[in-house]
């Protein structure tokens, strides 16, 4: 069983993320809809991914994930961040949190469903610096 927690306040994201987590066979997911519900929901429970939304309101994508780092520790649970598009210096501040990959809107079934099934494999910042390469490619940054 794979435990993920997804912090989404865009209903329509969160559906997306629900359609494609919701064989309860497979995945545990818990969904919240703030960086502040989030905080508490890790000192709760170890999650395999943490799918956060950039733009929350309150405490943002980068201080939450920041925040959880900072609790939880650098070599568990990564992140995939999600948000309608990134910027190159963006996505450098958010590698130093832990990120496994960036998704952006709309969101796609079949890739949260390979990062899902790809987090208990995540060994770290190796992986982190490897789709971060990746994702500088698919968008034409390198």
């Known amino acids: 069983m794979i435990n993920i927690l997804a912090v989404e306040c865009d209903n329509v994201n969160a559906s997306q993320i629900y359609s494609a987590l919701s064989d309860k066979s497979r995945y545990h997911l818990a969904i919240c809809e703030s960086g502040y519900t989030a905080l508490e929901a890790v000192t709760q429970k170890q999650f395999d991914l943490i799918i956060i939304a950039r733009d929350l309101p309150y405490l943002s994508g980068l201080k939450t994930a920041r925040t959880i780092r900072r609790r939880i520790g650098m070599d568990i649970s990564p992140f995939v961040i999600t948000a309608p598009s990134f910027e190159p210096d963006e996505i450098n501040e958010f590698c130093?949190?832990?990120?496994?990959?960036?998704?952006?809107?709309?969101?796609?079934?079949?890739?949260?469903?390979?990062?899902?099934?790809?987090?208990?494999?995540?060994?770290?910042?190796?992986?982190?610096?490897?789709?971060?390469?990746?994702?500088?490619?698919r968008n034409g940054w390198t």
């Open 96 to 137: 130093t949190t832990g990120v496994f990959d960036f998704w952006e809107q709309p969101l796609r079934i079949p890739r949260i469903k390979l990062a899902a099934d790809s987090a208990p494999k995540w060994q770290g910042e190796r992986d982190n610096l490897k789709n971060f390469r990746e994702y500088m490619v």
